[in-house]
């Protein structure tokens, strides 16, 4: 914290020595934090640092043990988010919060329902006061969207806007400088809608301040003017995004160097059977005369932006997605708009992007979501023996590091990175995997989480299985795939086979849009 | 950020709620019986030497089986509304069959009743039908079928019903075979979805059923199989009916099994939005169900007043006992 020269004066947060303690974990450890007018601060740190903690004390969810706190140079006790929205701090949730049958203007004005007339007050909607209330906000914000229009109609990154928009819209009492936290913002978002995001954030900058959590590293370097680096409760570093590169960041965040090394990469060996062969698929309106292989222990990665079909050309594999012409053949056998249960008795195997809802089930412990598919030896004939259940279960989460160790838990209560180790585990359980479909497997998950699933992701390579991914970015799939696909609107644009062609990130945006 | 209280571990004050809620869950059902059927002794201490118990198990028995099929698929997430009419149907071709079928009827009986039920299942699992208005249909189509069948009068057993008949005159330990039939029912059903695929699977859908899909859980067979389950034990409803009066008929005893037997369900701590079912403690949620109107005439309470007392408890029951895990959203 050394190399923050702000004059306390200027502060719009300061914090001092706070601390946190539940149970006998200690959450936050002594943290001090100060925050100017104007500044975006990138916080970051695994799963667990302690960012979520933060945060809550920040907008009043927490009440920190010990320690004080100041907004815009008065000292304050947040009994509660109301408080704190009142003194001036506003959040974006990583999950969206929004009510999508609802407009725009009632999203964002929500609050002044209710106190702002005697009509109000009786229950009767103050429509005009609401739309001019959402009207304000998003001019300051620099957004020309129509505050009539439906959420629900609105696009990711514009419901992300509204989000923004009703976090600066936080009435400050004396006129002080509104704090924004945006907590993951773009884990939802797709690349360009991304870049649109970051130069928004930057326009905040004439009007608040902003604390920027997100899992990107590159990302936060070039939004953020400070970074704020967190680790078991504590600030480890606070530099100026200037002078630090991203592998220092991530070796400050989990503690080591990064492991990840470029895979050595083979040519396409044509002898061995793929197991995956797509031969001129389409599906009207979303993937057209698609064609490839996938062999044994080879990755191939699809790529295209939103729209691109390529979402729903992996459900195809997994029977998720009906195909109007064309064949798909998996290890050898015709199997064309079959049904998941099938693709799953073949050893394909789908880890979706919707985790919540299609990639696990919650209410289940995650010992049972782990061994729901392929049960092991937890299993025999219709039986289950669940005392199996928890040795396989314990041997997963030993290898995947997953937190906290305790596999009785339901899955719902855990973290999303550990709900996603958990989700590949349930895949990885099958002694008989031959096809690893990945959809952004990545989505949400810190570097340290990440690291362990991409390692899972090469094992799984190592032992045969083919592996076709959708990385949440370029690199990604530059560094983990054998082969890269480009799609667009539904059409394969471009091919390369890694051991020969090297391509940049730009050949592939050129054939993306 | 998701919640990562979890991972920053709990106060032990939340552990304990946890734990307290888990035990509840698991013993409420039980506690409300006991405390219920104390009550009643208390005030009226003849109501245990008059074979009281005998009494609300012999009535609860219809009502469990009823309530067993229909928490078996709250459990995928449905409702069967036509479940009762089921019961009624089985009851009135088990009267009507009995003599030229003899030993077997009660086997043909069930086989037919599984049948109806399974084929609740298949429109429900093809079509995707909401099951709440698909088995409305149905109830109507079977209510008709038992006033057809029946003539719209009383069908009396006129031979071999000896045999079905001593499940109700012989009893365990003061417990007729129809009770016990049921409790029997309710502890295989218990182990069915713990320790089964197939169970695991019914419990999977009603949790997520897009989650039970995408992992390649056979969900519209499990439909199926759910719906085919609650028929068998409407029908087997049927049969402690046959057992205990001789005769059945289109408005006589069992013809309004359909409320108690979701009451049951749910008093015995099933979700209404499925996934969470335990079988064993439906056996209270029958007992309490069947206790409440015995003890308000046993208690003295006037008979227009009955129906409202039963109205007042059963919904301070359900509020104590009702699921309200986080995922269940009361649809």
Redesign the interface.
Known sequence: MTDTTLSAEKAVLKLQNINKTFGNTKALIDLSLTIGAGEVVGLIGENGAGKSTLLKVLTGIYQPDTGSMEVNGKKVKFRGPRDASASGIGVVHQEQSLFTNLTVAENIAMNAVGTSSVAAKLGFYPWKRINQIATDALRIIGSNLDPSTVVGDLPFVDRQMVEIARAIKVETTDGGTPLVILDEPTSVLERSETEVLEREILKLKNYGSVIFVSHRLDEIMRVCDRIVVMRHGEIVADRLSGGVTEAELFSLMIGHESRSEARDRKPIDESMAPVVEVKGLTAKGKYTNVSFAVRPGRLTALVGSSGSGREELARAIFGAQKSDSGELHVNGKEVSNWRISQAVKSGVAYVSAERKVEGMIGGFSAAENITVTHPGNSATGPILLPFRRNKIAKDWFQKLDVRPNDHTLDLARFSGGNQQKVVMAKWLNSPELRVLVLDHPLRGLDPGASETVNAEIRKACAKGAGVVLLADTLEEALDMADEILVMRDGEVTAHFDMSSDDPSTLDLLEKMV | ????????????LQ?FGRKAGKAWQSFGPLVIFVLLFAMVCGYTPTFLGNGGFTIVAASAAPILLVALGQSMVLNIGSIDLSNAAVTLLGAILLAMTLQPLAGAAPFVVLALVTLFGAVNGAIFAFTQVPSFALTLGTFGVFQSAALVVSGATTVYVTANGDSVQSLYFNNLFGVPYTFVLGVVVAVLAWLFL?????G?GM??IG??E?????????TKALKVSAFAISGFMAGLAGVTIIAQAGCASPTGLGSDLLLPGITAAIVGGTSISG??TNPVNVIFGALTVALVPIATAALGIEAQAQSLVYGAVIIVIVALTLSR???SIVK
């Open positions: 950020m998701n919640t990562t209280t979890l991972s920053l571990g709990e106060s032990s552990k713990r320790f089964t695929k197939a695991r419990t999977a949790k997520n897009s989650g039970a899909i995408f992992s390649g859980i056979r996934g969470q895990s986080k995922n």
